[in-house]
Structure formats: C-alpha cells, structure tokens
C-alpha cells in the first residue's frame, strides 16, 4: 500500500499567492473510508502531531478501506499571528468561527429523501448506503456549482465547502481539534453515544442529534434526515456512519510526546470500523449532556490565581480560583486586602478555563460538565 498525495487549492490571496491544503489517502480494497482533518482552528494544532503519529502507525500495516488525512486543514487561519498569539478560530474580515461555516446539505440543496426512502424501501442498507452517498454527492455538487455561478463563494465558506465535499462520503469523520486552555474530551452525538467508548476519551459531551453548523453536525446529518425519513415508513435504521469532534488538550500547543497517547483513540477507532485489525478497547468516560456543559463567567474584573485546571473534578464548596485587584490594595494586608475567592456552587468536571488570568468581569472563566454519568 502506498499513499496517494493531493494539493487543492483553497484561497487566493491579493498578492496572487494561493494557499493550498494536501490530503494524504491510503486505500486497499473494498471496505470503510474514514476522513480526518486537523486546524481548522489554526491555533489547533496538536491534531497535527496525532496525524504525524498516525501515519507513523500505519507503517507496515494492512487496513481494509481507506483513510484520507488532512493535516492543515485551514492555512489562511494558521497564518494569522497578532504578535506570538495565532488568531484562529475567527475569520479575521467577517469575525466568523471556521467551525460554522458548513452547511446540512439535505436541507440546502432541497434533496427530496421522501422519494428516495420510497424508492428504497425494500433495498438492503448496503444498496441504500452506496446510493445515498452518489445522491448526495451529486446534490453537493450542484449546489456548490450554483454557487459559483452566482458568485456567491465568500471568504468564509469556501475552505469549508471543500472539507466538506472532501468528507461527504465517508463512514467516519473525525475533526480534530483543541480548547483554549483545555483536558482531551470528545463531542459524541446522541446516536452515537454508545459507540463513543471506543473513542477512549475520558469525558464525552453528548450533543443534540442537529445541525449547528459544525462540521462533525454537518457530516452526519444528512444520515439522521434519512434515518427519520425512513423512520415514517416504519423502517428503523441503524447508522453505521459517525461523526466525531475530538479536543486534543489546548490550543498554540504541539507535543509529539502527547501524540503518542492522543493517537490511541483514533487507532482503536479504526479498529472499531474494521479499517484496521483487532478487538477495539472500550473505556467507561464521564458523559454529560451538552444542556448540562456550563460556562462560568468572571464575577468581578481581577488577577486570577486558579486553583482547579482542566480535566479536574470538584465538589459543591470548592474553592475555584481567587480573584486580585490592585486597587484595593491595602499595604498594611496587602494579599487579604484584594483577593475574593471563588467557590463552587455544584459539583463538575473543569473541561475548558480562560488562557489569561488577566480577566474582566463577565469573561468566560471555566467551561464545566456537571450532571455527568457513566
């Protein structure tokens, strides 16, 4: 098996350079396709190291189906530094997150799944699989051609239009990304809760089975739109294809030697798809609904000194963090003087915590999973 190497081009810029993104793809017969992508968030980067750590993996080894891998995934958003700060996450002209930007294509382009559930009724999930793909394929492809001939490609959309064009036919899809100042988690949609074990992630956020403009909501939505149009005609599918966010740890950070553990998850994973062989591993991670994923917001403006980080687990009564203003400052009890503690008001898991400890009041401080069960 060898790999098959491909540059696309994705952004011109106004000095007449384009950017482009390479994708790596190894196939051998019939079988899965999986599609993995990194920094679309350019701060994102050690999903890179995951992928150097993967292909590093497959050296020597014989996979049924095939595995295309997309390291740089966005070069525009790498390339913007404000002074040793890399900008993103955020579209530097429109603002927007690169992780919105795709779209559910079913609605979009007005597939019509009400004529081709009925016209697949009797068929066998492998033929409805096989034709669905080609179907969507060619509803993508009209529609982004619409686009271009309406001139309506814009510098938001274009990279994610091609991801996910790219990802469109694929059984599984992972993103891989980063917190700011985060622990390793995994979004999981809702059908695909039980199969999210064999991400090995210790904490799962257990997301809505809709669309919110993400590219892991966007890869599987067009099989739960099939899924519930079948669903009228009393068939119950069962979706073999999945879609998954996986936060490698915090953002401007590059650690081969994490790597090395980050890249378990998607080897078991593949094992999972039958991609690779062997009996896939499960975990028993803390899950918590998404409706119960909260984020606390600073109380006051202040020097912060935190005293939980992520991946921590607190109690009711906990002491979070202490807040320091200088103003306050009395010389005769300098610390006591300015500094208000922070308590927990309910037990929860630290997942995401603000990268400064310069904070104003009402800045995100931590994002927290609390209800969690197993």
Excluded at 353 to 367: D, I, T
Aim: a negative charge; one cysteine or more.
């Amino acid at each position: 098996m060898s790999w098959t190497i491909k540059d696309i081009p994705v952004k011109e810029l106004s000095t007449g350079e384009v950017l482009s993104i390479k994708t790596f793809t190894l196939s051998n017969g019939e079988g899965p396709h999986i599609h993995i992508q990194a920094s679309v968030h350019g701060a994102e980067i050690q999903g890179n190291a995951v992928i150097l750590k993967l292909m590093e993996a497959l050296k020597g080894q014989s996979i049924q189906g095939s595995i295309t891998l997309i390291p740089m995934a966005n070069p525009y958003a790498t390339l913007n530094k404000h002074g040793t700060y890399t900008y993103g996450r955020y579209n530097p002209v429109t603002g927007d997150n690169w992780n919105r930007n795709y779209v559910d294509i079913v609605k979009a382009s007005g597939f019509d799944l009400d004529e081709f559930c009925n016209s697949h009724k009797d068929s066998t999930w492998e033929d409805i699989k096989s034709s669905y793909k080609t179907k969507l394929s060619q509803a993508f492809s009209k529609y982004t051609n619409t686009l271009k001939d309406q001139n309506r490609i814009q510098d938001n959309n274009k990279i994610n239009i091609i991801l996910q064009e790219l990802a469109l036919g694929a059984d599984g899809i992972l993103d891989l990304h980063t917190g700011p100042t985060a622990t390793r988690y995994l979004y999981s949609a809702e059908y695909e809760e039980a199969i999210s074990k064999h991400m090995l992630f210790r904490h799962v956020l257990v997301i809505p089975n809709d669309f919110a403009g993400a590219m892991d909501e966007a890869s599987f939505m067009p099989w739960i739109h099939l899924k519930d149009a079948f669903a009228k005609l009393g068939r119950d599918i069962n979706l073999d294809v999945e879609s998954f966010t996986l936060e490698f740890g915090s953002e401007e950070t590059f650690r081969m030697d994490e790597g090395s553990k980050d890249v378990e998850s998607i080897l078991n994973y593949l094992k999972f798809k039958n991609v690779l062989a062997g009996e896939p591993e499960a975990a028993n991670p803390h899950y918590s609904k998404l409706k119960d994923y909260n984020t606390m917001y600073a109380p006051r403006g202040g020097l912060v000194d935190y005293h939980v980080a992520p991946g921590d687990h607190f109690k009711e009564g906990d002491k979070l963090a202490t807040f320091y203003q200088m103003k306050d400052i009395d010389p005769e009890n300098p610390i006591a003087s300015c500094s208000h503690t922070l308590v927990a008001n309910a037990d929860g898991i630290v997942i995401n915590r603000c990268p400064s400890s310069n904070v104003h009041q009402g800045m995100e401080l931590f994002q927290i999973m609390t209800n969690t069960y197993r």
